[in-house]
């Protein structure tokens, strides 16, 4: 379970710069941007492997709590629209300029749903953790007006919404090879 700690506060930690502005200008006028986002990206990655590793190794009992079954019923319609969210977050869409942070709402989505759909310690740990950060960045994000102005192109909607969707459908059904849990009865 401390691998799986460590790459959260690696992972979360320098994702959470932003809402410290302060550190983050200061960081990035002592680093240079060039450093400062390779340094960024190189602590993101450490992190994520951590995740991934820690997770894989942590045991999946004891359980919290019992699943929710509307979560688990819900899951697959709410991935799609999380996947949808987390597309057009990347891209000059409708969706972004009208949400503003689809990118955190995605990630809240995926959060909540996995959370409640589990019930293991190390599942509360892992999606409880990811849903505080995407709550505490969207609200520094609003709260910091961090919105960049575009022009959306109704093609990027499209592309983001058929993209995801199929990246959603594919993770659904490699779930069970993926991430060891079966999720639809469609799954391979």
């Known amino acids: 379970m401390g691998l799986l700690v460590l790459g959260l506060v690696l992972f979360i930690g320098i994702h959470l710069l932003p809402v410290l502005t302060g550190v983050r200008n200061a960081l990035q006028a002592r680093m240079g941007e060039k450093a400062y986002k390779g340094m960024f990206s190189l602590v993101s990655a450490a992190g994520l492997v951590l995740i991934v590793i820690g997770y894989g190794r942590a ?8 699943p929710v079954p509307a979560a688990v ?12 969210l987390l597309a ?17 709402l995605g990630v809240g989505l995926w959060a909540t749903v996995h959370l409640l759909a589990n019930g293991e310690v190390k599942a509360t740990l892992l999606f409880g953790a990811f849903l505080a950060y995407a709550v505490i960045d969207l ?32 993770v659904m059904a490699f779930h069970r090879h993926l991430f060891g849990v079966p999720v639809v009865p469609w799954g391979l």
Request: glycine letters at 2%; hydrophobic letters at 60%; zero cysteines.
């Open 59 to 66: 045991p999946s009992e004891p359980r919290l709590f019992a």
């Open 73 to 84: 019923l819900l899951a697959p319609l709410a991935m799609i629209v999380s996947f949808v």
């Open 139 to 170: 609200l520094s994000a609003v709260q910091r007006h961090a919105v960049k102005q575009f022009t959306p192109v109704a093609r990027q909607d499209a592309m983001a919404i058929g993209a995801a969707v199929v990246l959603a459908l594919l």
């Open 88 to 104: 057009a977050a990347n891209m000059r869409t409708h969706i972004r300029r009208a949400l503003k942070h689809p990118m955190l």
